[in-house]
């Protein structure tokens, strides 16, 4: 088995709601991320899946401490990443790093394609100059670019270049854990594949680990060995890619898979069994988060909130049915 990288223990992320211009008073608090638990194992895939909202992108942030949590134990390598000394903590930051959905914002315009891909390094300082230019010429190399595009500018380059020098930059100061946040949404369906492959192939090489964000539900099966679907904040189902894909149980995950993955090309379905609005969350409903759209509700699920339990090998869900 694969010993584990990350690993969430009851990680919560609640912001407070606050009235009043002068005094202000907290009047609730939104949670966007309530008592998640998963593990996330050397050199493989863990996709979250999630409509938005659901508490994806706080997840990743808190991942990437730009939050702090509201509870709960982060731990990377075995070690509880809010116990960090400062020296850790650098070595944290340089080892996790993300790559985000639109290539055209997360790439500064005034910056060089080298300046942009050494920045970590830089901000690290870790290398000398010289061997600072000569990692930026291999990580380029590794995502498919010249060398020479070192000189140049983000706007010389097309929108599937553009998330190569943002992959090429995820690289560089030698990172083991990627966030990718929609890394191919924003990209022509043309050029998705190829970025996927390369990224596949950059894990097999390097033996990266990815957390992957994404709503496209092809792209998560694609890419991930262990999915966790959320809703309003919580994990309520988890397990292997393939046993979630072919055996959602949560009547969420089924309503959310039912319109977007069917079982043929040709007989793509127009209407979604998802009815409703995902819940107000400063109100949310007592009981099962998802009652007020589950088709299958029954008066425990308005009274009693599920919790996750194994429900086959490896695969939880925290639903009443079962
Ligand atoms: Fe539906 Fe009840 Fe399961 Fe919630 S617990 S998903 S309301 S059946």
């Known amino acids: 088995m694969l010993p584990l990288l990350l690993e969430a223990v009851g990680l919560k992320k609640h912001f407070p709601v606050t009235e009043g211009l002068v005094y202000q008073r907290v009047v609730g608090w939104i949670k966007a991320v309530d008592g998640i638990d998963f593990t996330v194992k050397h050199g493989e895939t863990f996709g979250l899946v999630g409509e938005s909202g659901c508490g994806k992108t706080t997840t990743s942030k808190?991942?990437?401490?730009?939050e702090t949590k509201t509870a709960g134990t982060l731990r990377f390598d075995g070690a509880d990443i809010h116990g960090f000394n400062s020296t850790a903590l650098k070595r944290y930051r340089a080892s996790v790093?993300?790559?985000?959905?639109?290539p055209y914002s997360s790439l500064?315009?005034?910056m060089r394609v080298g300046d942009i891909v050494g920045e970590p390094l830089r901000i690290n300082n870790v290398l000398s100059a010289s061997a600072l230019k000569e990692r930026v010429e291999e990580v380029l190399t590794q995502v498919g670019l010249l060398p020479e595009a070192i000189a140049r500018y983000p706007h010389e380059f097309s929108g599937?270049?553009?998330?190569r020098i943002a992959i090429a930059r995820s690289l560089a100061p030698y990172s083991r854990l990627i966030v990718l946040d929609e890394p191919v949404s924003a990209l022509d369906v043309s050029i998705r594949a190829q970025i996927m492959n390369l990224l596949q192939d950059l894990q097999q090489k390097l033996g990266l680990t990815f957390?992957?964000?994404a709503h496209n539900l092809a792209?998560?099966?694609?890419?991930?060995?262990?999915v966790a679907i959320m809703y309003t904040g919580k994990i309520v189902e988890m397990g292997e890619s393939d046993e979630i894909f072919t055996h959602p149980l949560h009547p969420y995950t089924q309503a959310l898979f039912y319109a977007a993955l069917p079982s043929h090309p040709r007989h793509r379905r127009e209407e979604s069994p998802l009815i409703g609005e995902v819940p107000n969350p400063l109100n949310p409903p007592p009981g099962c988060l998802?009652?007020?759209r589950c088709v299958y509700a029954k008066p425990v699920c308005r009274a009693e909130e599920p919790l996750l339990r194994e429900e086959a090998p490896g695969h939880t869900v925290a639903c009443h049915l079962y």
């Open 219 to 226: 792209t998560v099966r694609y890419m991930s060995k262990q």
């Open 62 to 66: 808190l991942i990437l401490l730009l």
């Open 160 to 163: 599937g270049q553009r998330q």
């Open 108 to 110: 500064n315009p005034r």
């Open 290 to 292: 998802f009652h007020p």
């Open 211 to 213: 957390l992957l964000i």
């Open 97 to 102: 790093q993300a790559v985000f959905q639109d």
